[in-house]
């Protein structure tokens, strides 16, 4: 556990280095290992989410003050073990939007969606995207990014090095395990759950291993949400909100934004 606080301390302080002393403090999360698999069915009633680390709340992307009146609820739970990182989210909701539906590699970020960011290395050099909808719909993305310096040493990328951004949409992260669900509540409105298992084999390839030990990792939650004109069928307005701060619309573009995961075993 030492070594965890010490591995979190290092790499706040080499991004502070790298940033500037102005740059805002980043979340952290302590996951602990699982001792029940979770099954990745989206159920409600699945115990082994009983223990996980917890979020209860994101913090919107667009920092008006009237935005944060329209979030809905907004739940997350982490656990981990050798093979997977497990992620679930729970969402409230007065409405849900799913253009795409249930495709694989849909822009499903242009409707209701829940996303996850994990910088393994830390450099933001190469990160993953996973986004799963209320209907089960899936974009895996591989972000990479070819700038002459380190990328993460500002918050979002200028934007003369955009171009040197590449995220493959089409993708397939091989062993990821999704599934959705929608359940209605008590009081009318509906509550969504995504599952995610993240495969280590996968994930961990750049620091050459295949399975999650403890260990520290940058990462963030999103969630994109909002009202849709029944007159046209599409979105009226983009209500995004994260864990950690990201400017709306540019989470791919942003490594530096990414909060920070220690596995921990106790």
Request: charged content about 20%; hydrophobic content about 35%.
């Amino acid at each position: 556990m030492i070594k965890n606080i010490w591995t979190i301390t290092l790499l706040i302080m080499s991004h502070t280095l790298i940033t500037g002393c102005s740059t805002p403090q980043r979340p952290q999360l302590t996951a602990t290992m699982a001792t029940i698999k979770p099954a990745i069915t989206a159920t409600v009633s699945d115990p082994a989410w009983d223990k996980a680390a917890t979020i209860n709340g994101l913090s919107p992307c667009d920092k008006r003050a009237s935005f944060q009146d329209s979030l809905n609820p907004t739940q997350i739970k982490v656990l981990w073990d050798a093979q997977y990182l497990y992620v679930r989210f729970i969402c409230d909701d007065d409405q849900i939007f799913t253009p795409h539906g249930s495709t694989r590699n849909g822009l499903h970020h242009e409707g209701d969606v829940t996303e996850v960011f994990i910088d393994p290395v830390g450099d933001g050099r190469q990160y993953v995207e996973v986004q799963v909808n209320p209907v089960g719909g899936v974009l895996d993305v591989m972000h990479t990014n070819t700038t002459p310096y380190r990328p993460n040493r500002t918050e979002v990328l200028p934007r003369e090095d955009w171009p040197m951004h590449i995220g493959v949409t089409e993708w397939q992260m091989p062993g990821l395990r999704t599934a959705a669900s929608i359940h209605t509540m008590d009081d009318g409105r509906k509550q969504w759950i995504t599952d995610m298992a993240i495969p280590a084999k996968t994930l961990l390839r750049r620091v050459k291993t295949e399975t999650f030990s403890t260990m520290t990792m940058r990462i963030n939650f999103l969630r994109c949400d909002g009202p849709v004109d029944p007159a046209t069928g599409k979105r009226s307005q983009l209500i995004a909100s994260s864990w950690s701060h990201v400017p709306t619309g540019l989470p791919h573009l942003a490594p530096g934004t990414m909060g920070y995961i220690t596995l921990t075993d106790k």
